[in-house]
């Protein structure tokens, strides 16, 4: 992983939640073009954490090449469905999966950025502790106590001593960690293909309306 700050010459701004497009064009004129989240919130300028795959045509370059002053094409914001707002007071849950936080993240720094008051729970799924992504950062803005809590959970290995969930996000998990359908907490739901049905699926099981969560799936296409 490998957050990149962007400069931009008249950026209009963003909204936690949207995305840009990321356009590479080689010496021979070859272009390839990747949509990546905005990671930052909109009090921050822009920034981008991007997950390096093996197969991708744009990551390994963002991660492994990228240097300071480099220029890159970019297209946006893009995005009007997938956004929040500081100033909405209804509770919030954020459920994550792997590198399915970033945009989430841009949640949770625009509420703290913005001195929101409304309460919020990010649940997050990863494979080992050293996969959590911004874990230092979360743990501070959790320590705060305005309202954010951090649910985590380990699928594949745990640390000795771990006290936390260990197990894939399910309705169980769910119904432990979420509000009640009937508080009408904003949902957001972002991860995989199989990660957000999983979730959307455990959400409805507990009675949450399907007009109440709103999801964004990462895939090859995020390369």
């Known amino acids: 992983m490998r957050t990149l700050t962007l400069d931009v010459a008249g950026w ?59 220029r890159i094409e970019i297209r946006g914001p893009i995005g009007g469905y997938f956004v929040w707002e500081a100033s909405d007071p209804t509770p919030l849950l954020l459920v994550a999966g792997g590198s399915g936080v970033v945009p989430l993240m841009s949640m949770v720094r625009h509420r703290a950025a913005a001195g929101g008051t409304a309460p919020a729970k990010l649940v997050y799924s990863s494979r080992t502790l050293e996969d959590v992504i911004y874990r230092s950062e979360l743990d501070e803005l959790a320590s705060r106590g305005d309202g954010l809590e951090v649910v985590h959970t380990l699928t594949r290995e745990q640390p000795e001593g771990w006290s936390g969930y260990a197990r894939r996000i399910d309705p169980e998990l769910l119904g ?31 009675g949450y309306e399907p007009q109440s969560i709103r999801t964004e799936r990462f895939g090859a296409t995020g390369s």
């Open 12 to 70: 209009p701004g963003h909204r936690a939640g949207q995305h840009l497009d990321v356009r590479l064009t080689a010496e021979d004129g070859y272009t390839a073009q990747r949509s990546y989240s905005i990671a930052s919130a909109p009090e921050d300028g822009l920034e981008l954490t991007v997950e390096r795959l093996d197969d991708g045509e744009v990551s390994p370059y963002l991660v492994d090449e990228a240097r300071e002053g480099d």
């Open 176 to 206: 432990e960690v979420a509000w009640p359908a009937a508080e009408q907490p904003r949902v957001y739901v972002c991860g995989s293909t199989r990660f957000v049905d999983a979730a959307a699926d455990g959400l409805l099981a507990l």
